[in-house]
């Protein structure tokens, strides 16, 4: 399993509101993470570090978690923990008040992912030749997409485009759409902000990962296509890459 992680301001703003990275559990078992913060300068800021925190610092110290099924328990109560203490954090600190974040987070194992999705914050999975978007963004405009109102194509340039419908630490309590995929050997999955999402399309970052080139290198022609095109938001991506190769008793690759 590899994985990398880069974060940009862009070029509009002051500041950076994402926050993102990985690490690895007592079994080896990966966890990766993007937030999109909200909430101005500084608050979302915080609500994006404390995420990620609180998720790294769990997840680090776990063991024995090696099904769906529990991967996938451990990751509505982590989360619901985490949506407990941003929320508490905003009502006990003023410069904070109606802070949130999105979140997407995936847990990799050689043979499968679950994953955790709040917002606009988008995972997908490139397998073979395909490239698919597995989480659905919890937006104004996608509603409205999906009802019928607008097109997908009036979409890209809708006024309200960045209004949420469910963030992370905004409300007392969070829905939170949690899934679990299998992969094999030679995928990836790709995790970002809106900040890379709205300047790419899906086939643009295909191209980009079938590239030959490092992990490192890919995220960052990744970051360096949307600032190219305007960076008017942060920009943050992960990306994790199946090395495992499943071998047989007599020790031949399959």
Same mark, same amino acid.
């Given at each position: 399993?590899?994985? $990398? ?10 500041? +950076? ?7 690895? +559990? ?6 990766? #993470? ?37 991967? &996938? *328990? ?12 941003? @929320? ?24 499968? #992912? ?37 097109? $997908? ?17 905004? &409300? ?34 295909? &191209? ?10 890919? #995220? *960052? ?10 960076? &008017?938001? +942060? ?5 994790? @890459? +199946?090395? @495992?190769?499943? *071998? ?7």
């Amino acid at each position: 399993m590899e994985a $990398a992680f880069k974060s940009d301001v862009g070029q509009v703003r002051s500041h +950076n509101e994402d926050n993102g990275g990985f690490i690895r +559990n007592k079994d080896g078992i990966l966890l990766a #993470v993007v937030a999109d913060g909200m909430g101005g300068h500084q608050a979302g800021d915080v609500a994006s570090k404390m995420t990620l925190d609180i998720l790294l610092e769990k997840w680090q110290e776990t063991e024995g978690l090696s099904t769906p099924t529990s991967i &996938e *328990t451990w990751l509505e109560e982590a989360v619901t923990e985490v949506n407990s203490e941003i @929320y508490e954090h905003s009502l006990t600190n003023p410069q904070c008040q109606g802070m949130g974040t999105t979140l997407v987070a995936v847990i990799c194992t050689n043979l499968f #992912v679950t994953y955790a999705h709040i917002g606009d914050s988008r995972a997908y999975l490139m397998s073979d030749e395909t490239f698919l978007q597995k989480t659905e963004d919890h937006s104004l405009v996608n509603e409205l997409v999906r009802s019928g109102q607008i097109t $997908a194509l009036e979409a890209e340039n809708h006024p309200r485009r960045n209004v949420l419908l469910r963030a992370l630490g905004t &409300e007392s309590k969070v829905k939170i759409d949690i899934s679990t995929i299998n992969w094999d050997e030679g995928h990836f999955v790709l995790l970002c902000s809106d900040g890379l999402s709205n300047k790419l399309k899906d086939l643009e970052m295909l &191209e980009i990962l079938q590239q030959n080139q490092s992990l490192e290198e890919k #995220v *960052t022609k990744l970051v360096t296509v949307a600032n190219e095109r305007g960076g &008017e938001d +942060n920009i943050s991506v992960a990306l994790v @890459y +199946n090395s @495992y190769k499943e *071998t047989s008793g007599d020790g031949d690759d399959r």
